[in-house]
């Protein structure tokens, strides 16, 4: 049945116009899962890895550091919808600070490294078919940040879901989009090569490329890490943040038992009685930011030694072929991460870097966090923070989960959290104009739904 499953899969993909390249890496993790593979990486199999270099540590030299960022390309993984917040477009074109979007800020952190250290600097977004449309659109208010020979974006590919009962892509008639899913963010390399875009960038001299996602504004260029990437000769290097008892669903890098390598180990590969193994700070130290390096010519090397595919873990990712649905079809997702590339390249290391240059925005209490007063946006677009400790916001998710519904309820703006160690709000509550939180904020549930006056201080 699984070899049906195969080839109906492979002719579907070849329908859509799927790049050769997509179709046979789709076809090795389908042989993968059919061989019963799970991704599981035990915890007696790996060892922690506790010492890398501390980028405010090391030596770099500014002339390098320079020449390394005037080589290197900035790619931004820009696929997602934002769907866990009610969204239906890319979640860079939500509005961050000061009327400014996600891709506004990151068009301005690229534009003044182009000015600061004289180089071009290509920036460059991995969209999907849903949000490539108003990504462009969006960037053709930006004149001036493309780069002559180099596009400003490429297509991440797609595949289809699997039925979980015969392994044979589903049909879903009701809307037949929900057929297909991401190969995960692991896509990127494939997708690279099946664009033509590495072949550009290498052309054209380029030989860095320093990867992250659109909505992690801390991710911003960085001269001193590509001096230090550049200065290291590894071929692939993650940056890497200390944990704190907040992180404990972060990936982590280990180093793996039987080949001495270093490996990407997220929550979906830790078996479930081993999570404590995994959640553990002082065991596994640091986690994964999914800002990586990468140098473009030992990836091409690398992805034509192996005909194309890099041969990363299969993360096998069971759901419903209608996510909002939790009676439709099960279906299988084979999914790889962009991490999981350390494995896969002979002296790959890792940097350990500041927590500033990881402020995702994955929940809607990110996002008033990154729009508060807690952040200042500086001349490069930076968002730098002010107090020594951000204020930890908890907002009640049935109310404030979906952005429509967090709009409506901050019409005048967040509130200053500048001088809060923490704001937990419970009920429906709408916030009026210049609300000042401090210490240990907290708005209950009694007397909700109901508006929090204009000045107030709550905590």
Known sequence: ????????????????????????????????????????????????????????DVEV??????????????????????????????????????????????VDQVMAARARYDVTLPLIFMDSFRTREDTLAALAAHPGIEVEGIPL???????????????????????????????????????????????ALLE???????????????AAPSARIAGWFAASGAPYAPEMCRRTPADVKGGHLAVRKADGRIILRDTAQTPPEEMHYFTDQFRHPFFH????????????????????????????????????????????????????????????????????????????????????????????????????????VDLDPRYYKRIADFEARFPHGVPSIREANSLTVRGDWTFGADVVATGEAVVAEEGAPGTVADGARVG
């Open 1 to 56: 049945m699984s070899t049906t499953g195969l080839a109906a899969a492979r002719a579907k993909m070849l329908d859509a116009g799927v790049a050769q390249q997509a179709i046979d890496v789709f076809s090795h993790y389908y042989r993968a899962l059919e061989e019963g593979a799970t991704g599981l990486v035990p915890e007696d199999t790996i060892e922690p890895l506790t010492d890398i270099d501390s980028i405010d």
């Open 289 to 392: 930011t999914n800002n990586l390096w990468f140098d473009l010519e030992v990836l091409r090397d690398t992805l034509t030694e192996r005909h194309g595919i890099l041969g990363l873990p299969l993360i096998r990712n069971t759901k419903t072929v209608d996510p909002s649905d939790p009676d439709s079809t099960p279906v299988i997702q084979l999914e790889t991460a962009m991490g999981a590339a350390v494995e896969a390249f002979d002296g790959a290391t890792a940097v350990e870097v500041p927590r500033s240059r990881f402020l995702p925005v994955k929940t809607t209490n990110d996002l008033l966090l990154v729009r508060s007063d807690v952040y200042e946006v500086d001349a490069d677009g930076l968002l730098q923070q002010v107090p020594e400790r951000a204020c930890v």
């Open 61 to 106: 030299d500014e002339a390098a550091a320079r020449e390394a960022l005037s080589k290197t390309v900035l790619i931004k993984l820009n696929g997602g919808l934002g769907t866990s917040m009610g969204m239906d477009r890319a979640k860079s074109l939500l509005p961050v600070r000061d009327g400014k979007t996600f891709l506004d800020l990151l």
């Open 204 to 218: 054209r001299g380029y030989k860095y490329a320093m990867t992250s996602n659109s909505d992690n504004l801390g």
């Open 153 to 199: 974006d490429f297509l991440q590919n797609r595949e289809p879901k699997l039925r979980a009962d015969d392994l044979t892509p589903v049909d879903w008639p009701a809307d037949p989009s929900l057929e297909w899913c991401p190969p995960g963010h692991g896509d990127i390399y494939t997708a690279l090569v099946s664009s033509g875009v590495l072949d």
